[in-house]
C-alpha cells in the first residue's frame, strides 16, 4: 500500500508568481486536506476536498484554490505570492470526510523570495 | 474559534527525567491527536484519542484525553536524547478538520 505523495519537494518562486503543489492520497482514500505551516508554527488548516468537491475551507483568501481528481489526487494552486506564503504544505488523506484519522505527506516547501 | 494552547512552548529536560507536555482546547470534541515532528520532516502520528478517558501508551510516552476538562497530557517516562523533537497535539472537529497547538520542542540533554 502507497502512502502520501507529495511534489515537488522544495520549490523556490518569486512574488506575484503562481505555483501548483501536487498530492497523490493514500490508496482507498477520498478525501484530502491540505495544511500549511509556516516556520515555528503549527499547520494551519487550508481546505479539504471530498469526492472532487470542496469540503471546508479555513481562513485562507480566495488566491489559495484546489482542485480534486477522480482519481483523488489534489493539487493546490497560489496565485500572486507572497513573501509569508514561504511555507510547509503538507497534504494529509484520510478514507472520509468525517471523523477518520488522516494520513500526512512528507510535505512541499515553498521559499518565496 | 477553537483554539487548543499547548505548554510548555519549549522544553529542555535531562535525559531519565519524566515531563509533562499539556494540550488544553476550547471547545468539544472527542477525537484529539498527538505528532511528533523531526527539523524540515513532516508530522508523525503518535497517538489517536477517542474518547474521553483514554489513555495510549507506546514506549516512554503516555497520552491521556480527558474530554470534560478539554485536556490532553503527553506524559514522558525517563526521556531519552531521541525523544528530541516537536510535538503537536490536533483537534479534529466536523469535516475532519484538524486544529493544531504551537508546538513543544523538546529537547533532551544528556
Known amino acids: 500500500e502507497t502512502g502520501v505523495t507529495q511534489s515537488p519537494t522544495h520549490l523556490i518562486k518569486t512574488r506575484g508568481q503562481q505555483v501548483t503543489l501536487r498530492c497523490s492520497s493514500q490508496s482507498g482514500h477520498n478525501t484530502v486536506s491540505w495544511y500549511q505551516q509556516a516556520l515555528g508554527q503549527g499547520p494551519q488548516f487550508i481546505f479539504q476536498y471530498y469526492r472532487e468537491e470542496e469540503n471546508g475551507r479555513g481562513n485562507f483568501p480566495p488566491r489559495f484554490s484546489g482542485l480534486q481528481f477522480p482519481n483523488y489526487s489534489s493539487e493546490l494552486n497560489v496565485n500572486a505570492l507572497e513573501l509569508d506564503d514561504s511555507a510547509l504544505y503538507l497534504c494529509?488523506?484520510?478514507?472520509?470526510?468525517?471523523?477518520?484519522?488522516?494520513?500526512f505527506g512528507p510535505g512541499t516547501r515553498l521559499t518565496v523570495l | 474559534e477553537l483554539k487548543v494552547e499547548q505548554n510548555p512552548l519549549f522544553l529542555s529536560m535531562q535525559e531519565g527525567k519524566n515531563y509533562t507536555i499539556y494540550c488544553n482546547y476550547s471547545?468539544?470534541?472527542?477525537?484529539l491527536y498527538w505528532y511528533r515532528q523531526d527539523p524540515g520532516k513532516s508530522l508523525e502520528s503518535l497517538f489517536v484519542?477517542?474518547?474521553?478517558?483514554a489513555v495510549k501508551q507506546e514506549g516512554r510516552l503516555m497520552a491521556s484525553l480527558d474530554t470534560k476538562a478539554r485536556l490532553s497530557t503527553l506524559h514522558i517516562t525517563a526521556a531519552v536524547h531521541d525523544l528530541s523533537a516537536t510535538y503537536f497535539c490536533?483537534?479534529?472537529?466536523?469535516?475532519?478538520?484538524?486544529?493544531f497547538g504551537e508546538g513543544t520542542q523538546l529537547t533532551v540533554n544528556p
Open positions: 471547545t468539544t470534541s472527542d477525537r
Open positions: 494529509a488523506s484520510s478514507p472520509g470526510q468525517n471523523y477518520n484519522e488522516q494520513f
Open positions: 490536533a483537534v479534529e472537529t466536523s469535516g475532519s478538520r484538524l486544529t
Open positions: 484519542l477517542l474518547s474521553n478517558g
